[in-house]
């Protein structure tokens, strides 16, 4: 029967009011399939009778069941490895030259999804950086309550675990019961995880040394991207750096940030600001 237009209309404001992402005029296919399951738990007839009786009712838990099911949360470990192997052998050794009196490192992981990346980050600085006497914080933040939730557990299916993790960090920072792998607790505790819509007004936020803002800021509009990179540049050291995804770039969004490479990988760290040494 598909989605009327009113009715996918709607659908697009409440994805873009809510969490900025914006669904082209042309992706009603997605709403059908990812809507699909949500249109039979409700007993309506289809996505389109989902939508109409979501129109005719105040925002609750329903709303919030579509927003999350029109979210893509694709996430694996070490994605585009690219960024990690920059961060194991360009950027935290810079940082641990120029903390060197703080001894404290401190990581966002901005749209962190059921939390690969920041575990990620922590089993890397764990493998490869544990050194005496020295802090890592990571931070994880994600607009779902539902992924964040996953992802505190810290649990994870045999097919994840298959998408980009070293056997090697499997055996050390994993064991396995039943169907799942759990991580270690030590890696667990090092991450922290909040609640965080990007594209609405953040709370007080710390200062980071490294921004992993990646594969998110494809699905906003170009001035929602370009309003938080500028929130990110509040948060982020002057001489720390930002990483995005492989297919994002800074290319006219915003000027204050210089250009880095490692091999293929692509970061930035803000412009005007020789590093410093403390
Ligand atoms: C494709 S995943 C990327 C996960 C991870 N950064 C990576 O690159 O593998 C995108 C994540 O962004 C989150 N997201 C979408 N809109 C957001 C917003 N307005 N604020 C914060 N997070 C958002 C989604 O919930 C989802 O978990």
Redesign the pocket.
């Known amino acids: 029967m598909g989605i009327a237009l009113q009715q996918f209309e709607y659908l697009r404001k409440l994805v873009r009011d809510h969490?900025?992402?914006v669904i082209d005029h042309d992706k009603q296919y997605l709403a059908e399939s990812r809507l699909a399951s949500i249109a039979v738990e409700t007993s309506c007839s289809s996505v389109d009778d989902l939508l109409v009786r979501l129109r005719s009712e105040p925002f609750q838990a329903m709303h919030g069941k579509v927003l999350e099911a029109m979210?893509?949360?694709?996430?694996?470990f070490f994605?585009d490895l690219g960024p990690f192997q920059a961060l194991e052998q360009q950027i935290i050794p810079q940082l641990l030259e120029r903390r060197a009196r703080q001894r404290k490192l401190r990581f966002w992981?901005a749209?962190?999804?059921s939390g690969?990346?920041p575990y990620s980050i922590a089993m890397l600085l764990h493998n490869n950086f544990a050194l005496p006497n020295w802090t890592y914080e990571i931070h994880a933040?994600?607009?779902?309550n539902a992924?964040l939730e996953r992802a505190r557990l810290g649990r994870y299916s045999q097919m994840e675990i298959n998408r980009g993790l070293p056997a090697a960090l499997l055996a050390r920072y994993f064991r396995q019961q039943g169907l799942h792998w759990f991580i270690d607790a030590g890696i667990k505790q090092a991450v922290t995880f909040q609640l965080?819509?990007?594209?609405q007004p953040w709370p007080a936020m710390e200062t980071y040394d490294v921004v992993?803002l990646?594969?998110?800021l494809i699905?906003f509009d170009l001035d929602t991207r370009r309003r938080i990179l500028a929130n990110i540049r509040k948060v982020l050291q002057p001489d720390g750096f930002l990483i995005l995804?492989c297919a994002e770039s800074m290319l006219s969004l915003d000027a204050s940030y210089e250009r880095l490479t490692f091999r293929t990988t692509t970061y930035y760290r803000p412009k005007g600001k020789e590093p410093s040494h403390d």
């Open positions: 969490s900025a992402i979210t893509n949360n694709e996430t694996w994605r992981s749209a962190a999804s690969q990346e933040t994600d607009i779902s992924i965080l819509n990007l594209a992993f990646r594969n998110v699905y995804g």
